[in-house]
């Protein structure tokens, strides 16, 4: 039986998703989630980075912008990285989306992608009736 963890994120988009290319020409699409976490009666926030590699996620990550809800489920794994201002090692949890749903589109206007190509009604044109 293979290993593995699914983990789902509930929260709005911290920045407008930054659609970009690998040195191997597959396209892949990245972007952060806050997470406004409330424990007693202090309030903290938490970043998860997102990084989509499907087909069907990153047509719908491209769309997504700053202050979007999102819903993303997917593998999570661990990082760090080196704050260039404090040399401190900071730990992040980044999420590889398998599966990813914008939760409202009218967030400063926006509007959701087109489900499928607009394409005439079949038939000539004419109705019958």
Request: proline share 10%; with cysteine.
């Amino acid at each position: 039986m293979p290993n593995y963890i699914r983990m789902e994120v509930r929260g709005h988009a911290g920045d407008d998703v930054k659609v970009r290319e690998s040195k191997g020409g597959k396209k892949y699409a990245r972007f952060s989630i806050c997470l406004n976490l409330k424990r007693g009666r202090k309030e903290e926030t938490q970043w998860v980075q997102v990084l989509v590699f499907s087909e069907i996620p990153l047509t719908q990550a491209a769309h997504i912008k700053k202050g979007n809800a999102v819903l993303v489920i997917g593998m999570p794994f661990a990082d760090s990285y080196k704050s260039p201002r404090t040399q401190q090692v900071i730990p992040t949890l980044n999420l590889f989306a398998n599966e990813l749903y914008v939760l409202n589109w009218h967030k400063r206007g926006d509007k959701p992608p087109p489900a499928e190509p607009d394409q005439p009604p079949p038939g000539d044109g004419d109705l019958p009736f």
